[in-house]
T-cell receptor, first 111, second 116 residues
Framework: DSGVTQTPKHLITATGQRVTLRCSPRSGDLSVYWYQQSLDQGLQFLIHYYNGEERAKGNILERFSAQQFPDLHSELNLSSLELGDSALYFC??????????FGSGTRLTVV | GESVGLHLPTLSVQEGDNSIINCAYSNSASDYFIWYKQESGKGPQFIIDIRSNMDKRQGQRVTVLLNKTVKHLSLQIAATQPGDSAVYFCAENPTSTRGSQGNLIFGKGTKLSVKP
């Protein structure tokens, strides 16, 4: 157990729908990062939050958004889902850049 | 854009042999590098890291070598075991004039297969 908790583990939804992925960071970690892993793109950085504030954005689509709450958990919202959004979505947390630890991921299947 | 890449997509070794997984990076300003192991259905698991002011770092059965001159990173696994079978990713922390933003750039991964 890495200490980073992601829910749900699996999600199957239809095109055009909206889903919310949840991440609880390790105790004490203020940074939360979201990554997308697909077969043809590998692990791609989406967005980084630090103590509730957005710090950096990567290749995140406008249909996707995220936030980090006062209790430091984070949610990744994916809307108007397309077949190509099917992927593994990972959350990681850290203190600074060191101790970067990943959760076990959410497997999203869009049908 | 700048990216981290891998020379070999697959590597097959005999149990007990040493494994070497290579990685090329293109961002000369990156100051921190990490190797991750990912088993099927699981998240990336930290193996070892190295900062840019070092050339070599050793862990338990693993060694990371950093050659900044040619922007090359390698992971050596000694006495490879069946439990080492997984996909291995290198990742770099790119920096800018504003410093690190915290995100990592990952290579596409090398699949290591250990034959008993």
């Amino acid at each position: 157990d890495s200490g980073v908790t992601q829910t749900p583990k699996h999600l199957i939804t239809a095109t055009g729908q909206r889903v919310t992925l949840r991440c609880s960071p390790r105790s004490g970690d203020l940074s939360v990062y979201w990554y997308q892993q697909s077969l043809d793109q590998g692990l791609q950085f989406l967005i980084h939050y630090y103590n509730g504030e957005e710090r950096a954005k990567g290749n995140i689509l406008e249909r996707f958004s995220a936030q980090q709450f006062p209790d430091l958990h984070s949610e990744l919202n994916l809307s108007s889902l397309e077949l190509g959004d099917s992927a593994l979505y990972f959350c990681a947390s850290s203190v600074g850049i060191f101790g970067y630890t990943f959760g076990s991921g959410t497997r999203l299947t869009v049908v | 854009g700048e990216s981290v890449g891998l020379h070999l997509p697959t590597l097959s070794v005999q149990e007990g042999d040493n494994s070497i997984i290579n990685c090329a990076y293109s961002n000369s300003a990156s100051d921190y590098f990490i190797w991750y192991k990912q088993e099927s259905g699981k998240g990336p698991q930290f193996i070892i890291d190295i900062r840019s002011n070092m050339d070599k770092r050793q862990g338990q059965r693993v060694t990371v070598l950093l050659n900044k001159t040619v922007k090359h990173l390698s992971l050596q696994i000694a006495a490879t075991q069946p439990g080492d079978s997984a996909v291995y990713f290198c990742a770099e922390n790119p920096t800018s004039t504003r410093g690190s933003q915290g995100n990592l750039i990952f290579g596409k991964g090398t699949k290591l297969s250990v034959k008993p």
